[in-house]
C-alpha cells in the first residue's frame, strides 16, 4: 500500500487527451463532407480517410479513464470514505456539465426544428418523457452518449477494484475479462433484448476500458515498454513497437477499405463481426500508441508546443462539450463552388472546431463558476513544467 503515494503524476497522460480530442474534431469536422461530398472526387477517399483513421477517438478515452482510474486508485486502501470521495470527486467533475449542456443543446434543436412559439410551450419541450429518454441515453446532441458511458463506468469502477482487491488474480486477466463481457454483449446481449442505443451502454466498450485498467494496475512494470528511451531501449522492445504499429496501421487501412468501398457501391466488403475484432484490435493499439507518443512529444518537442498540448487535454472534455455547436454554426457559412476553397473551408471547420472552444473554455477558467460548464480547469500558473531532456522510466 505504500507503493500508492509513490506513483508519479504522469503530465503525457494530458497530450494523449489531446490526441483524443483532435481525433473526436477530425470525425465531426469530416463527417458531413464524407456524407454529401462527390463520392467520385479526387479528394473524396481522403476525407473519408481522416473520417476513419480517427474514429479510435473514443475508445482510446474510454481506455484512458480506465488507465488513470486504476493508476490511482489500485493500491488504495478500499473504505467506505475512498469511496465516497472517488463518486464526489468523478461525478462533480463531469454530471453538473453534462446536464447543462443536455439541456442547451435539446434547446437549440427544439427550436432550430420548430421555431419559438412561446415561452411555455418551449419551456414544455423539457417535461416531456422523449426530453427524459434522450437526458439518459445521452441523445440530446450526437456526442453527449460518451459523457454516459463515462458515468457508467465511474459508478461500475469501485466495484471492479473491490473484486480484484477480494482476488487479485482477476487483475493479470481483467483485460481479457473485460473482451469477453464486450462480445457477450455485442453479440448475445443486444440482439436477445432488442436494446436501442447500445452505443450508450458502457459494456458496449468494456475492452477498451479494462485494457486501460490492466495498463494502470501493472504501469510500473510496463513503463519502461512505453516509454521507450535510449536509456532502456532492448530488441524486444523495439520489437513490440513494431508489432503495436503494424497492427494498428494494417487494421486502420482494412477499416478504411470497409468504409470507403462502403461509401462508394453500398456494399460490406467485410463481416461486420470480423470488422468488430479489427476495430477493437486498432483502438486498444491507439492508446498504447499514443502513450508512447505522448512520453516522446513530451520530452523532446518545444516547451511552448508541449505547454499548449498539455493545457488542451488538460481543456478538452471543455472542447468536447463546446465544439459541435461551433462546427454547427461554422456550416452555416456558404461556399463557393470553387474546389480550393471548398477544401479550405472543409480545413478551417476544424481548425475553428478546436481554437474557438479552446479559447471560450481557457476564458471561462478566470470565473468561480466554469466548473458548472467545464468541470475543472487548470490555472495558467499551474501547468506542468516541461522537461528539457528526456527521462527513463516514468516521468513526474
Known sequence: MAQAAKRPYLPELDIVRTFGILAVIMIHATSAIVATYDHHATLYPLYVFLNTVSKFAVPVFIFLSGF??????????????????????????????????????????????????????????????????MLVFGKTYTHL???????????????MLYAIKRFPALGKHIAWIGLLVQWLFIYKVIGEFHLKSPGSYCFTYMFYFTAGAFIGIHFMKLSSWINLAKTNITPQKIAAAITLWVLFLSSSLILFYFYYENRLYMIKVINTNLLEIIDEIRCVTAGILLLQIAYWVYTLWNKKVVRALLHIGATSFGIYLVHPLVLYLYRKTSVSGDPVLYHAWAAGGFFIALLVPWAIVSFSARFKWHWLLFGPLPAKENRPAVPVQPKPGIDA
Open 68 to 133: 488513470v482510474l486504476f493508476y490511482n486508485y489500485y493500491d488504495k486502501p478500499f473504505t467506505a470514505k475512498t469511496i465516497g470521495q472517488f463518486y464526489k470527486k468523478r461525478m462533480s467533475k463531469i454530471l453538473i456539465p453534462f446536464l447543462l449542456f443536455s439541456i442547451l443543446y435539446f434547446g437549440l434543436t427544439r427550436y432550430a426544428q420548430f421555431g419559438f412559439v412561446d415561452l411555455q410551450t418551449f419551456i414544455g419541450y423539457f417535461t416531456t418523457e422523449k426530453f427524459l429518454k
Open 145 to 159: 452518449y460518451f459523457v454516459i458511458i463515462i458515468i457508467q463506468f465511474y459508478a461500475l469502477s469501485p466495484l
